[in-house]
């Protein structure tokens, strides 16, 4: 089975589990994305997928900037000093994910709010930097010293292992803080982290 086909049972199991069980997370299937030119292999087609995975602490849905080759082609990038990153998912705060009165797009425009998962557009990596390092990177004359998380070599193998698969629990560590998806409800002794109940429920992480 390749990457994607393991991908698309391993959503639609969630889909389904999720509708029957009610943890609290949002599945939403996907929606056909045309190839675009000068994007590592696979990107459009793993954010086909889905339009929405969202749970307690992240929201991954595809990037505003993919939806069409020619909004790729007309995209603001970021000119981070290290190279150019699309914006994969983030971290879920506690502010709205847009106002009142905005609209989906805006938002989409805008991005999450939260600390940034990254593919590198040059290779295809998924990748975690601190947002605070990010953000000095711009300024700093050697910016090349700054940590740099790798996840994995691209964005099939990060969505199939790190977001819907056994290292999703890393993840949660690296990005929030580490012993954070370890955390339980002190009345019933289960996870606080809705997507790994899901993720457990579903036979793809296993309960320590």
């Excluded at 995975?53 to 981070?80: H, I, M, Q």
């Excluded at 698969?165 to 982290?193: C, F, I, M, N, Q």
Aim: charged share 25%; glycine share 8%; aromatic share 10%.
């Amino acid at each position: 089975m390749t990457t994607i086909a393991s991908l698309r049972d391993k959503l639609e199991t969630l889909r389904v589990l999720e509708a029957e069980r009610g943890f609290g997370n949002v599945v939403v299937p996907g929606a056909p994305l045309a190839p675009v030119d000068g994007l590592p292999p696979a990107t459009t087609e793993v954010f086909s997928l889905f339009t929405r995975l969202e749970g307690v602490n992240f929201l991954f849905k595809p990037p505003w900037d993919l939806r069409t080759p020619e909004a790729w082609r007309s995209r603001l990038t970021d000119d981070f000093p290290l190279g150019e990153n699309l914006q994969v998912g983030a971290e879920i705060v506690s502010m709205p994910e847009h106002l009142p009165g905005d609209t989906e797009e805006i938002e989409d425009r805008v991005g999450y709010g939260g600390a940034s998962v990254m593919m590198r557009v040059a290779d295809g990596h998924v990748i975690y930097i601190d947002p605070e390092d990010y953000i000095g990177a711009y300024d700093d004359p050697d910016p090349s010293h700054i940590e740099i998380v790798t996840f994995a070599p691209d964005l099939a193998t990060f969505f199939d292992e790190y977001v819907l698969g056994e290292k999703y629990s890393r993840l949660v560590d690296v990005v929030l803080d580490t012993g954070t998806a370890d955390r339980r409800h002190p009345r019933t002794g289960e996870y606080v982290d809705s997507w790994r109940r899901l993720l457990i429920a579903a036979g793809l992480l296993g309960c320590p």
